[in-house]
């Protein structure tokens, strides 16, 4: 909620006035892409995992940053600061 809070608050500085649509459930058509999306994330947990076995810290939060969820708490809170 902080990212998003933070990336809202530059928009507004740039005078940027960012809409958000919260539009349910995605169409058929949004398959696919969909898919590719939780491919990166399964990818980017893989690679989460190797960067920790060797060590890698700041790769191993780059690729855990590739894997957010978005649950539906955090998508009625960011609901609720939006009004």
Do not use: H, S, W
């Amino acid at each position: 909620m902080q990212g998003f809070l933070n990336r809202t608050i530059a928009m507004l500085d740039m005078n940027i006035r960012p809409v958000y649509v919260f539009d349910g459930k995605p169409p058929d058509m949004k398959r696919g892409e969909l898919k590719k999306r939780m491919e990166a994330k399964d990818k980017a947990k893989i690679e989460q995992e190797k960067a920790q076995d060797a060590g890698d810290t700041e790769e191993a939060l780059k690729q855990a940053k590739r894997q957010v969820k978005i649950t539906p708490l955090m998508k009625q809170q960011t609901m609720d600061l939006l009004k």
